[in-house]
């Protein structure tokens, strides 16, 4: 067959909706005709699921010999035409969340200083099975464990006696939450905490033994019953005590287990103002909160910052009009 000879008005099937009667052939062939212009693409693929993602992935392949994300990982490489923001945007939307996952955790130990909240993001906010493929993909591909590579990573940090503690909880196999045990857990913070006394600082042992213990569901539980029991939240008691490393560190992981939306609210803010060093942050966030839980994190920046995320996004002049319009359709896509 001879693809060529097609012809299609990409900026047309962006906003096609008719998914389960596209001609994937006849849409790679547009894309493969269309590479100067990725803001199409872009637009395009932002209203595309998972699952059709993946299909023109597949069938790009077939017809080219070549992964799209392979192509947009070379073009970022050589900076095409200055469009890096964009080209690393989205290949990491074509990927499958346990293939981006995998790869921004190893983007997280690329940089002098280890990138801890992209790691913390992992481990709090996905479930024990697609941890297991992010961790076989990991090694697959890196050739290194992921919780070796944490552990390895650099002197000792708070941050990886946290996350090595959540790589353990995620080997529980408990199918239900317990009231109980989360009652109890919730006293014996308190009791190695703020219930101190006098006391400075917290007992990390017992922090980490109970975090290391727990399944994710049963942790979001124990600071739920937490609150409950003591009037106000566990990771505002903290502010109470030392503001050492741990402290600090087991805040961000608290915020972003226990209430993500607000976690990520507070983090495309400070993207957005320019007030973090994590510069992968925005696309990262973007991309991997879209299909999950946006629409919660949009009410929740609103509220609090008094304006629409979208709004913030285009008037950020610190990313490329290219990305912007990508973060625009990503923020509009609608959440379960």
Not at 310 to 332: H, Y
Request: proline share 1%; net charge positive.
């Amino acid at each position: 067959m001879d693809y060529m000879i097609y012809s299609v008005n990409f900026s047309t099937m962006a906003y096609t909706s008719n998914s389960s009667n596209k001609n994937c052939e006849t849409e790679c062939i547009e894309i493969h005709n269309q590479w100067g212009h990725l803001n199409s693409l872009a637009q395009a693929m932002a209203r595309r699921t998972s699952y059709e993602r993946q299909r023109i992935r597949e069938t790009y392949k077939a017809m080219y010999g070549e992964d799209l994300v392979d192509r947009l990982q070379k073009m970022l490489l050589n900076n095409y035409h200055g469009n890096h923001e964009i080209c690393n945007a989205l290949s990491l939307w074509l990927l499958d969340q346990h293939e981006r996952d995998a790869l921004m955790a190893k983007e997280a130990f690329e940089n002098s200083e280890t990138n801890y909240k992209a790691l913390v993001e992992i481990y709090t906010g996905r479930k024990s099975s697609h941890l297991l493929l992010i961790k076989q993909v990991y090694q697959t591909k890196y050739r290194m464990q992921l919780d070796q590579h944490i552990l390895n990573s650099e002197l000792p940090h708070s941050y990886q006696k946290i996350l090595i503690a959540l790589a353990t909880s995620h080997k529980s196999h408990q199918s239900e939450v317990s009231p109980h045990v989360a009652k109890c857990d919730a006293r014996r913070l308190y009791e190695t905490g703020e219930g101190r006394g006098g006391a400075r600082g917290i007992e990390e042992g017992a922090i980490l033994e109970i975090l290391s213990k727990r399944s994710i569901q049963q942790l979001k539980l124990t600071f739920e019953t937490y609150k409950h029991i003591y009037g106000h939240n566990y990771a505002k008691s903290l502010k109470k005590e030392r503001n050492g490393e741990f402290e600090v560190a087991l805040r961000v992981v608290i915020k972003c287990m226990y209430a993500p939306p607000k976690y990520y609210a507070e983090m495309l803010h400070s993207c957005i103002e320019g007030t973090t060093l994590d510069k992968t942050a925005l696309a990262r966030i973007m991309v991997s909160r879209a299909e999950i839980d946006m629409d919660e994190i949009q009410r929740v920046y609103k509220k609090k910052y008094a304006k629409d995320l979208r709004d913030a996004i285009r008037e950020n002049n610190s990313t490329g009009i290219d990305c912007k319009d990508f973060f625009v359709a990503l923020a509009g896509i609608r959440t379960p």
